[in-house]
């Protein structure tokens, strides 16, 4: 089993431990059931042997058995939060666009339920190696009885088994199906909440959604697993009836086929008796060890592709210090991006020099490829041909997360996070509390404890925050892609005159794309994109000389 593998790979001195644990109490619970077989021919009498005995079984089946579980529940929870962090690792380290492939729903699936299917199942675990143990002490203690008769308990277990497995055969297609319906229905619960707004505002678009999208996947889930659900309880069904069999044997044909001591037949009854209640334990935790092997299948199947490429996209070097760049140029270079329906995009061959301290507009009508070329800028894309050079140093696999380095960027789809990340101490407490007093802000978020106090404002001043991050990090190079788009007119006039002036008097190298042709005099050069080409590279002004911060 892929799950006890992982298990195993990960803790194995604790889960042998665990195993010979769960054993012990397994041992030590037919054992108890052994003291009181033999003390039931022998009730009234009193014996001190037999009642320390039978405490210290009871005491060493509880006790082992409780070992067990907390040993396995440690493996186990190590195991899962090891899965968490490696799967985020690899999220992070994959490349911009295989993250996207994947989708948000398959990630989010994998991060939330897979990862929590594989713990419940991993934590049912224990329990179920002390059934196994318990069923195994009984099974021995029936052949020390009668050889004979536990061999037709064998026989007839053995069938059930075989018939469980070929019933239970039938599931499976269900289960695995049901499990990619529900990378599906979790994208549609994110367009439930994202799109909230657009669906409260057009019925026929939230009609349509809700019964050509959600209904009909959230009804095919339902009807697999049902499926799956209804095979699996038959088969649960079917292994009872036969504990019932195995009890109707040693009640009414054992008696009548061969002479047997009633102890014997007593002891046949008990273990009977004692064994339906682990082994129907463990055959009800079947479904779940199912689904924790089609999670742990698709979190393998996820991290493969998110590791497809040969290369990690991110560094964990620490940063050093970096002389100034003189300018970022592209080469020839070309981009093709293929959608999930087929369509496709070309970007390129593209050829543009930015030198450092430039005010750099790009403009261009939508789909003109003006936010690929901002991705492929930053670093955030492998272009697939021709050349990214920054100081006429050619930028690969090796050193684009140092590339990007160099870069503040506040993208159309930025996020923004509640904590500024990787910005600490009381300077940068003061000097982020001095900006959001610039941004127009200092009534309604503060700093505190290295935190935003908010971030449930408007899209336009959700930006503004997400521009305090960029400020912050100081870095070389800005792009704002749509910045002022959901700005109002007072503060949009303020980034163009005061803001962007105030980052060149800096030293700084802003690009940004922009639809406002009214602030287009405000830029040194303005570049043209047209279905992923540079149709106009023009001069607006002529540049000074670039003042670069140390």
Same mark, same amino acid.
């Given at each position: 089993m892929r799950l006890l593998v992982l298990i195993f790979r990960n803790s194995a001195l604790p889960l042998l431990l665990s195993a010979l644990a769960g054993v012990a109490a397994g041992v030590s619970g037919a054992a108890v059931l052994t003291v009181i077989n033999e003390r039931l021919d022998h009730l009234g009498e009193t014996s001190s042997r037999a009642a320390w005995v039978f405490l210290v079984l009871a005491i060493t089946a509880v006790s082992t058995k409780v070992v067990s579980k907390l040993l396995l529940v440690w493996v186990s929870t190590r195991v899962v939060r090891n899965m968490r962090v490696e799967l985020s690792e690899k999220i992070l380290s994959a490349p911009l666009r295989t993250v996207e492939k994947n989708g948000r729903g398959a990630l989010l699936a994998a991060l939330t339920t897979d990862i929590h299917q594989i713990a419940t199942a991993m934590i049912e675990f224990p329990?179920?190696?002390?059934?196994? !143990?318990?069923?195994?002490?009984?099974?021995?203690?029936?052949?020390?009885?009668?050889?004979?008769?536990?061999?037709?308990?064998?026989?007839?277990?053995?069938?059930?088994? +075989?018939?469980?497995?070929?019933?239970?055969?039938? !599931?499976?297609?269900s289960i695995v199906e049901a499990r990619s319906l529900w990378d599906v229905l979790i994208s549609y619960y994110n367009d439930l909440i994202d799109g909230n707004k657009e669906l409260k505002m057009h019925r026929a678009r939230r009609g349509e959604f809700m019964s050509r999208s959600l209904t009909p996947t959230a009804t095919n889930m339902m009807r697999h697993s049902w499926r799956w659900n209804w095979i699996l309880a038959l088969a649960n069904g079917h292994t009872q009836m036969i504990f019932f069999a195995l009890l109707g044997i040693a009640l009414f044909?054992?008696? =009548?086929?061969?002479?047997? !001591?009633?102890?014997?037949? %007593?002891?046949?009854?008990?273990?009977s008796l004692y064994m339906g209640g682990p082994i129907?334990?463990?055959?009800?935790? +079947?479904?779940?060890f199912k689904l924790a092997e089609v999670s742990l299948k698709k979190i393998t199947e996820l991290g493969l592709a998110l590791g497809e490429a040969d290369h990690r996209d991110?560094?964990?070097?620490a940063d050093a210090a970096r002389p100034p760049f003189g300018s970022?140029?592209?080469?020839?270079?070309?981009? %093709?991006?293929?959608g999930e329906e087929g369509e496709s995009f070309r970007l390129g061959p593209v050829d543009i020099r930015i030198d450092a301290g430039e005010l750099v507009f790009v403009v261009g009508g939508n789909g003109s490829g003006k936010s690929s070329f901002a991705r492929i800028l930053t670093g955030l894309y492998p272009h697939d041909g021709g050349d990214l050079l920054l100081d006429g140093e050619l930028i690969g696999d090796d050193?684009? *997360?140092?590339?990007?380095?160099?870069?503040?960027?506040?993208?159309?789809?930025?996020?923004?996070?509640?904590?500024?990340?990787?910005?600490?101490?009381?300077?940068?407490?003061?000097? @982020?509390?001095?900006?959001?007093?610039?941004?127009?802000?200092?009534?309604?978020?503060? $700093?505190?404890?290295?935190?935003? %106090?908010?971030? *449930?404002?408007?899209?336009?001043?959700?930006?503004?925050?997400?521009?305090?991050?960029?400020?912050?990090?100081?870095?070389?190079?800005?792009?704002?892609?749509?910045?002022?788009?959901?700005?109002?007119?007072?503060?949009?006039?303020?980034?163009?005159?005061? +803001?962007?002036?105030a980052l060149? @008097? @800096?030293?700084?190298? $802003?690009?940004?794309?922009? =639809?406002? *042709?009214q602030y287009f005099e405000r830029a040194d050069r303005i570049v043209r994109f047209e279905e992923g080409r540079i149709v106009e590279d023009r001069l607006v002004r002529e540049q000074p000389a670039a003042k670069v911060a140390v």
């Amino acid at each position: 089993m892929r799950l006890l593998v992982l298990i195993f790979r990960n803790s194995a001195l604790p889960l042998l431990l665990s195993a010979l644990a769960g054993v012990a109490a397994g041992v030590s619970g037919a054992a108890v059931l052994t003291v009181i077989n033999e003390r039931l021919d022998h009730l009234g009498e009193t014996s001190s042997r037999a009642a320390w005995v039978f405490l210290v079984l009871a005491i060493t089946a509880v006790s082992t058995k409780v070992v067990s579980k907390l040993l396995l529940v440690w493996v186990s929870t190590r195991v899962v939060r090891n899965m968490r962090v490696e799967l985020s690792e690899k999220i992070l380290s994959a490349p911009l666009r295989t993250v996207e492939k994947n989708g948000r729903g398959a990630l989010l699936a994998a991060l939330t339920t897979d990862i929590h299917q594989i713990a419940t199942a991993m934590i049912e675990f224990p329990e179920q190696c002390a059934n196994a !143990a318990i069923a195994m002490a009984c099974f021995a203690y029936l052949f020390w009885l009668s050889w004979w008769l536990a061999l037709i308990y064998v026989g007839i277990f053995a069938l059930g088994i +075989i018939d469980y497995k070929i019933v239970a055969r039938r !599931a499976q297609p269900s289960i695995v199906e049901a499990r990619s319906l529900w990378d599906v229905l979790i994208s549609y619960y994110n367009d439930l909440i994202d799109g909230n707004k657009e669906l409260k505002m057009h019925r026929a678009r939230r009609g349509e959604f809700m019964s050509r999208s959600l209904t009909p996947t959230a009804t095919n889930m339902m009807r697999h697993s049902w499926r799956w659900n209804w095979i699996l309880a038959l088969a649960n069904g079917h292994t009872q009836m036969i504990f019932f069999a195995l009890l109707g044997i040693a009640l009414f044909v054992a008696p =009548h086929v061969s002479f047997l !001591a009633p102890q014997v037949l %007593s002891g046949f009854v008990l273990m009977s008796l004692y064994m339906g209640g682990p082994i129907a334990s463990l055959v009800g935790a +079947i479904p779940n060890f199912k689904l924790a092997e089609v999670s742990l299948k698709k979190i393998t199947e996820l991290g493969l592709a998110l590791g497809e490429a040969d290369h990690r996209d991110v560094s964990n070097e620490a940063d050093a210090a970096r002389p100034p760049f003189g300018s970022v140029e592209l080469r020839g270079l070309v981009y %093709s991006y293929e959608g999930e329906e087929g369509e496709s995009f070309r970007l390129g061959p593209v050829d543009i020099r930015i030198d450092a301290g430039e005010l750099v507009f790009v403009v261009g009508g939508n789909g003109s490829g003006k936010s690929s070329f901002a991705r492929i800028l930053t670093g955030l894309y492998p272009h697939d041909g021709g050349d990214l050079l920054l100081d006429g140093e050619l930028i690969g696999d090796d050193n684009r *997360d140092t590339y990007r380095q160099r870069f503040s960027t506040v993208l159309s789809d930025y996020h923004l996070f509640k904590s500024i990340y990787g910005m600490t101490g009381s300077e940068w407490s003061n000097g @982020a509390s001095h900006l959001i007093d610039r941004l127009g802000l200092a009534r309604k978020v503060k $700093v505190i404890d290295g935190e935003l %106090s908010t971030i *449930d404002l408007s899209q336009g001043q959700r930006k503004r925050l997400a521009l305090l991050n960029a400020f912050l990090e100081d870095r070389e190079i800005y792009l704002f892609d749509e910045w002022a788009a959901d700005q109002d007119p007072a503060f949009k006039r303020v980034f163009y005159h005061d +803001i962007l002036p105030a980052l060149k @008097a @800096a030293g700084k190298t $802003v690009v940004v794309i922009s =639809h406002d *042709d009214q602030y287009f005099e405000r830029a040194d050069r303005i570049v043209r994109f047209e279905e992923g080409r540079i149709v106009e590279d023009r001069l607006v002004r002529e540049q000074p000389a670039a003042k670069v911060a140390v």
